[in-house]
């Protein structure tokens, strides 16, 4: 009564077909997860090639049109220039000047609109950073090494310069006793 059971000839080889369709099954699903990986990597690779192409065309528009607002707004020195133009035949000396200095002052509105300030250093000690010394001379009035003159006003935008102030730096007064 000791029947041992064995296996048919199905169940025998049921295993052996099991673990042959597994790796098959496995090799299958590592290829189809390779392709979709290799699907979204493409995917990326073109995204990125866009934003690249994009960000360069931004720049480019950026460096093209960076200027545009500020043109825009010196249109309207340019139409006073060109109206005082015209009136210079028929006005006089003192309406003429008058013309010119609402002109001047609606100019340096517009750089200031835009970051761009005046270096006026009059009375200031010199600073090589910001000045360009023309020359020196004498003056009374005005310490010694300090602007004594300004002969073109600098300028910078938003801090940065653009132009130095060319400047007459005041020198020391000579001596009066001739022993020079």
Request: net charge negative.
């Amino acid at each position: 009564m000791t029947a041992e059971r064995k296996p048919s000839d199905a169940e025998a080889e049921a295993p052996e077909t099991s673990e042959a369709q597994a790796p098959e099954s496995a090799l299958a699903e590592a290829q189809a997860k390779a392709d979709e990986n290799w699907n979204l990597y493409l995917r990326a690779a073109a995204e990125l090639d866009n934003v690249r192409k994009r960000a360069a065309r931004d720049v480019e528009n950026a460096h093209k049109f960076a200027l545009e607002s500020f043109g825009r707004e010196l249109l309207a020195v340019v139409d006073s220039l060109e109206m005082g133009l015209a009136a210079a035949d028929k006005a006089d000396a003192e309406a003429l000047r008058e013309g010119s200095e609402a002109t001047c002052k609606l100019l340096k509105t517009t750089l200031e609109r835009f970051g761009i300030s005046e270096v006026d250093p009059e009375g200031e000690p010199f600073d090589p950073e910001l000045h360009e010394a023309m020359s020196m001379m004498p003056s009374p009035n005005t310490e010694p090494g300090s602007v004594a003159q300004v002969i073109q006003k600098g300028y910078a935008l938003n801090g940065r310069l653009l132009r130095p102030a060319r400047v007459i730096v005041a020198a020391e007064a000579p001596s009066g006793d001739g022993n020079g």
